[in-house]
């Protein structure tokens, strides 16, 4: 096998040149969708993309496209790619590994003479955080189609700006009919990205080969009660809505615990009390809840079981509510050729590896809708993610983009 001579110098300077585009001071990075920051860094990277000599689209979202053209361009090209927003005070590796890591490894082949027989495309995704619109990966639910142009009009930021206007102002004009592909695009997608977890660094592991994602589910939920004076207010009758919400929050951890799966999680990560004074019965509650598993039916349980016991609450203790549940994704397993061919490029190299579920998901589990896909894992320091301290040597990253280069040249020969 060609080993590849991957420019470990070049990609990390790049690496560290994304991460000054940021809203926050580092080594923290904040990168929001359609920020000055944001549009900045796309700027950036445009120029990146060119240098390169890669063909670029950006479709209505401004998910953007870039192209080594195959031999045979008939053919369905290999994808690979992540994303470069990031959440408030998080890192400057989430997502960006695997844009930048991917333009790396298309350099590579490049650089190496590998003319490959299929294209092979990076995606750089719009918006893989639900920060500004509430839902996760944006770009790539719109690319699958599970999330329509009539959805994408309607959504509104927290400070009530529309989508529509937001993407049109940042210089993506098209129609939104656009944006879905069409299952020939790709023959496979591969992502590369961060562990976001310890499991590699605590097994002394170079590779981690992603078998499935975790099938998330998310639930916002609006409790409607009585509010008053907490001293003048007798306790009969009173409809508290954080009594309530306690009541739910408690089964939701309970969900998990009974659900019998190794790996269901279920989290009430968000809690707002209204009016939210000591001396004032809490009349309106709104909780977020975050539920999932890798088995469809054991997160399928848990989520109705959790929509029982809200409806047994809110009629035992008559509080009004609204449920909406926000997502409820499928879990995806990964394409077994392309986890073969991963594998014997990491054993091929000579690295040491593990295959692993995430339990995380990415932009790859939409992907997973239109072609056979599979993820490869980097590890992180002490598991850290979503916050300044995520790092991953420049030697682990490089070890990354080799395998990707590797398994793409496979893949694109096939
Ligand atoms: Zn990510």
Redesign the pocket.
């Given at each position: 096998m060609t080993r590849l001579s991957i420019n470990t110098p070049r990609l990390i300077s790049e690496i560290n040149q994304l991460a000054t585009f940021s809203d926050a001071p580092a080594p923290a990075v904040t990168r929001i969708l359609y920020s000055d920051q944001d549009q900045a860094a796309r700027v950036w990277l445009r120029q990146r993309i060119l240098d390169a000599g890669l063909t670029m689209r950006e479709d209505a979202l401004g998910n953007l496209f870039a192209r080594l053209i195959g031999s045979d361009p008939t053919l369905p090209a290999v994808g690979t790619g992540?994303?470069i927003d990031a959440i408030p005070h998080s890192g400057k590796y989430?997502?960006v590994v695997?844009v930048l890591g991917g333009l790396e490894a298309i350099r590579a082949l490049q650089e190496a003479g590998i003319k490959p027989k299929r294209s092979i495309e990076l995606v750089m995704f719009t918006a893989?955080?639900p920060t500004r619109f509430g839902i996760g990966c944006l770009g790539s639910r719109a690319m699958a189609g599970t999330l329509k142009p009539a959805e994408l009009l309607a959504m509104t930021d927290s400070d009530g700006a529309n989508l529509d206007d937001l993407r049109k102002g940042a210089g993506f004009t098209q129609s939104l009919d656009t944006v879905q592909l069409s299952p020939e695009t790709y023959s496979s997608f591969i992502e590369l990205?961060?562990e976001?977890g310890p499991r590699l660094e605590r097994d002394k592991l170079q590779i981690g080969i992603v078998t499935s994602i975790a099938a998330p589910a998310t639930l916002r939920v609006v409790l409607h009660g009585d509010g008053g004076h907490a001293g003048a207010t007798l306790m009969p009758g009173r409809r508290d809505a954080l009594v309530a919400a306690s009541e739910i929050v408690q089964d939701v951890e309970r969900a998990a615990h009974e659900s019998g799966s190794p790996d269901a999680v279920a989290t009430v990560g968000l809690l707002q009390v209204h009016p939210g004074a000591v001396n004032s019965i809490p009349s309106k509650v709104t909780l977020e809840i975050d539920i999932r598993d890798t088995r469809l039916d054991s997160r399928d349980g848990m989520v109705d079981r959790v929509l029982a016991k809200i409806e047994e609450v809110c009629e035992r203790r008559k509080i009004g509510r609204d449920v909406e549940v926000l997502n409820r994704d499928d879990p995806c397993q990964s394409g077994p050729h392309i986890i073969k061919a991963a594998e014997s490029v990491t054993q091929e190299l000579g690295y040491s590896y593990k295959k692993l579920v995430s339990r995380?998901y990415?932009?790859t589990l939409f992907m997973a809708q239109l072609c056979p896909t599979a993820m490869i894992f980097v590890p992180s320091e002490n598991g850290y993610?979503h916050r300044p301290e995520e790092y991953t040597t420049d030697e682990e990253i490089a070890r990354g983009v080799e395998v990707l280069a590797l398994t793409m040249a496979k893949l694109a020969n096939e």
């Open positions: 992540s994303h989430d997502g695997g893989e955080e990205h961060i976001q995380a990415h932009d993610s």
